[in-house]
T-cell receptor, first 114, second 109 residues
Framework: GAVVSQHPSWVICKSGTSVKIECRSL??????MFWYRQFPKQSLMLMAT?????????EQGVEKDKFLINHASLTLSTLTVTSAHPEDSSFYIC??????????FGPGTRLLVL | RKEVEQDPGPFNVPEGATVAFNCTYS??????FFWYRQDCRKEPKLLMS???SGNEDGRFTAQLNRASQYISLLIRDSKLSDSATYLC??????????FGKGTMLLVSP
């Protein structure tokens, strides 16, 4: 069964609204979770590393004020896309590593901004 | 230069065929390598890790050549259900997974 869940699975919103995506680790605690974004026919690109109890680490070119990450507990990280615009439309995927050797991805959230 | 490069696709093969995917990586500090499978509109799922000695899992064989910074995946006796995009992944540390764009495989009856 799934070890990482995401909610919602898809979102359609108007330009300018904010969208929150939740990522939960099931059956294990994750002090670190990862947020990726994938545009059509492109690679998964790491956006940021979410750290429980501390600030997230953002990859170069990813605006931290645009993509707010909160990792308030050992099983939950949230990504909020603030003031979403059509160019933010993408497939957002989180992941968590229960061990150093394994990484599980959530089912992804498809965001469409009109 | 892209960090992880894969064969362009799609690969169209008949059922039962053997197909090979190639991948090169540019970061010599990469330590771990994986092949992931991604179905359309789904998240990637780990297919197999890749070890220097080469490893096999059923119909799937992965090879790594560190000197050439080259990774391969061989699929024997292709099934219709093998149709997916195969992602080559290199990791240089605990958090950093670098994905290739993926190679699409279409297995036809």
């Amino acid at each position: 069964g799934a070890v990482v869940s995401q909610h919602p699975s898809w979102v359609i919103c108007k330009s300018g609204t904010s969208v929150k995506i939740e990522c939960r680790s099931l059956d294990f605690q994750a002090t670190t979770m990862f947020w990726y974004r994938q545009f059509p026919k492109q690679s998964l690109m790491l956006m940021a590393t979410s750290n429980e109890g501390s600030k997230a680490t953002y990859e170069q070119g990813v605006e931290k004020d645009k993509f707010l990450i909160n990792h308030a507990s050992l099983t939950l990280s949230t990504l909020t896309v603030t003031s979403a615009h059509p160019e933010d439309s993408s497939f957002y995927i989180c992941s968590a590593r229960p061990t150093a050797e394994t990484q599980y991805f959530g089912p992804g959230t498809r965001l469409l901004v009109l | 230069r892209k960090e992880v490069e894969q064969d362009p696709g799609p690969f169209n093969v008949p059922e039962g065929a053997t197909v090979a995917f190639n991948c090169t990586y540019s970061n010599s500090a990469s330590q771990s390598f994986f092949w992931y499978r991604q179905d359309c509109r789904k998240e990637p799922k780990l297919l197999m890790s890749v070890y220097s000695s080469g490893n096999e899992d059923g119909r799937f064989t992965a090879q790594l050549n560190r000197a050439s910074q080259y990774i391969s995946l061989l699929i024997r006796d292709s099934k219709l259900s093998d149709s997916a995009t195969y992602l080559c992944v290199a990791s240089s540390g605990y958090s950093t997974l670098t994905f290739g764009k993926g190679t699409m495989l279409l297995v036809s009856p």
